[in-house]
């Protein structure tokens, strides 16, 4: 039977998840994918927190959601950072990122086009969850190569040690769930 961590945010309650990341950390699972409500509290709850910008800038594929509303509650358009080169793709700006969620190291793509939006603009840094801090190191890098002034750096929660930054504007802390001896 799966254990559950509650969640209280932007004014709602969710049962979260437990999942086994590896022998001795266990991480509780948000998923703003199909919970339209609740992708819609936390914008709604950052819009509040966040600076004006240009542009929100996320990655590919869970900040989807939030980048997008944000970007419709605020009147400003948003950018994916991609998994994948696509066949639009030209002048492509790549990071590689490690992220606490994900088995192998990735690379984040972006259009040049969608590069070029950024140069000398205020740009918005968005993800689901900050925890280790590299997805969004990877994003900052490549707000960075296109020429982009970080504004901030926003998601609705901060996991682990990630709640103790000065440079992000969150909503809650998750613990993280050390097994044993860990």
């Not at 869970?62 to 400003?76: C, D, N, T």
């Not at 590069?115 to 590299?134: F, H, P, Q």
Request: net charge negative.
């Amino acid at each position: 039977m799966a254990e559950y961590y509650t969640l209280h945010i932007a004014g709602l309650t969710r049962e979260l998840k437990i999942c086994s990341l590896n022998e001795t950390l266990d991480i509780a699972a948000f998923i703003l994918f199909s919970d339209v409500e609740l992708t819609e509290a936390c914008a709604r709850a950052l819009v509040a927190r966040v600076p004006a910008c240009d542009y929100i800038i996320t990655a590919e594929s869970k900040g989807i959601p939030l980048a997008y509303e944000m970007s419709r509650q605020m009147g400003v358009p948003y950018i994916v950072a991609r998994k994948s080169v696509k066949a639009y793709m030209t002048d492509i700006l790549s990071v590689t990122v490690k992220s606490i969620t994900t088995a192998a190291v990735q690379t984040l793509y972006l259009d040049g086009d969608k590069a070029a939006w950024m140069k000398g603009k205020r740009i918005l840094v968005v993800d689901d969850v900050v925890s280790t801090g590299e997805s969004l190191h990877a994003l900052q890098q490549l707000v960075r190569e296109a020429g982009g002034e970080i504004v901030a750096n926003a998601a609705p929660l901060a996991e682990g040690d990630a709640a103790k930054r000065k440079d992000l504007i969150y909503l809650e802390q998750l613990p993280l769930f050390f097994k044993g001896n860990a």
